[in-house]
């Protein structure tokens, strides 16, 4: 079984902290993905990479950055948290170039910026 | 970009009748078509796929039609069940980067 794994379940955070959200997969996937989900908006994509060291701006990237210095783990950052931020953040990995193109999700950070 | 519209967003059915959730894209060259289903407090699984080539898709319960002159495409849940409860999201696709652009959702709540 593909395993994504996040690195925290909740995150309460300060306005102005500097916020890591980590993401790791096993499954040796090429793609990762992050994206915010919020009631009514539904998942609306941040950030994606199509493999290491690389890194695509997804529909709503502005107040983050992400890094990808290894396949396995793909990390969001929040340079300065502020209270908007504050939302479910969901991982997600695929294989590339796999017959299935299925997206495999982490179980998911709230993050409660205050 | 590509943009997807999903209704309704809110869903309530007795258990044993069907349910019907409608999305529409916006590019027609996308080319594939996943459904999500998250169950509360759980992560999104993917239920069912259908690509460009094919009208209709069926597993078990669960059926996707796609209309590409129209497109739009639908999931069909047949003979409903409490645990068929959940949010379930459509998504789109386009080409070879097959970066999906999701629906917002539609809350499906089955009553005993």
């Known amino acids: 079984d593909v395993k994504v794994t996040q690195s925290s379940r909740y995150l309460v955070k300060r306005t102005g902290e500097k916020v890591f959200l980590e993401c790791v997969q096993d499954?040796?996937?090429?793609?990762m993905f992050w994206y915010r989900q919020d009631p009514g908006l539904g998942l609306r994509l941040i950030y994606f990479s199509y493999d290491v060291k690389m890194k695509e701006k997804g529909d709503i990237p502005e107040g983050y950055s992400v890094s990808r210095e290894k396949k396995e783990r793909f990390s969001l950052i929040l340079e300065s948290a502020s209270t908007n931020q504050t939302s479910m953040y969901l991982c997600?990995?695929?294989?590339?170039?796999?017959?299935?193109?299925?997206?495999?999700f982490g179980q998911g950070t709230r993050l409660t910026v205050v | 970009g590509e943009n997807v519209e999903q209704h309704p967003s809110t869903l309530s059915v007795q258990e044993g009748d069907s349910a019907v959730i409608k999305c529409t894209y916006s590019d027609s060259a996308s080319n594939y078509f996943p459904w999500y289903k998250q169950e509360l407090g759980k992560r999104p699984q993917l239920i069912i796929d259908i690509r460009s080539n094919v009208g209709e898709k069926k597993d078990q319960r669960i059926a996707v039609t796609l209309n590409k002159t129209a497109k739009h495409f639908s999931l069909h849940i047949t003979e409903t069940q409490p645990e068929d409860s959940a949010v379930y999201f459509c998504?789109?696709?386009?080409?070879?980067?097959?970066?999906?652009?999701f629906g917002r959702g539609t809350s499906l709540i089955v009553h005993p």
């Open positions: 997600a990995s695929r294989k590339q170039g796999a017959i299935t193109h299925e997206a495999f």
């Open positions: 499954m040796d996937h090429e793609n």
């Open positions: 998504a789109a696709s386009i080409g070879g980067s097959y970066i999906p652009t």
